[in-house]
Nanobody, 121 residues
Framework: QVQLVESGGGLVQPGGSLRLSCAAS????????MGWYRQAPGKQRDLVAG???????NYADSVKGRFTISRDNAKNTVYLQMNSMKPEDTAVYYC???????????????WGQGTQVTVSS
């Protein structure tokens, strides 16, 4: 079983910055990919950024050049640095991890509880 704890959300003015963190804990698994999704009211949950165990990254077009995803494999933690933020970045942000279970070699997908990010003056 994997537990995810997110932190770092809040209120920021347009043009400001926030940094989200998501720490994974538990035993019996290896983390493959980690990522961040977001969901605005009335909209579907969309990928913001993802990073593989090898460090390859992928970003939504709307955040390229403004957001940076990174991970600390020793701490099983993924970060999302958000700069030059816009009101349209307002959403609940969810951490997502894909793991492989050591005993079964099955992959499993886990979600964090979500953290609210609001960009407003």
């Amino acid at each position: 079983q994997v537990q995810l704890v997110e932190s770092g959300g809040g209120l920021v003015q347009p043009g400001g910055s926030l940094r989200l963190s998501c720490a994974a804990s538990g035993t019996g698994f290896s983390i493959h990919a980690m990522g961040w999704y977001r969901q605005a009211p009335g909209k579907q949950r969309d990928l913001v950024a993802g990073i593989t165990s090898g460090g390859s990254t992928n970003y939504a077009d709307s955040v390229k050049g403004r957001f940076t995803i990174s991970r600390d494999n020793a701490k099983n933690t993924v970060y999302l640095q958000m700069n030059s933020m816009k009101p349209e970045d307002t959403a609940v942000y969810y951490c997502n991890v894909v793991v492989v279970e050591n005993d079964t070699w099955r992959s499993a997908n886990y979600w964090g509880q979500g953290t609210q990010v609001t960009v407003s003056s």
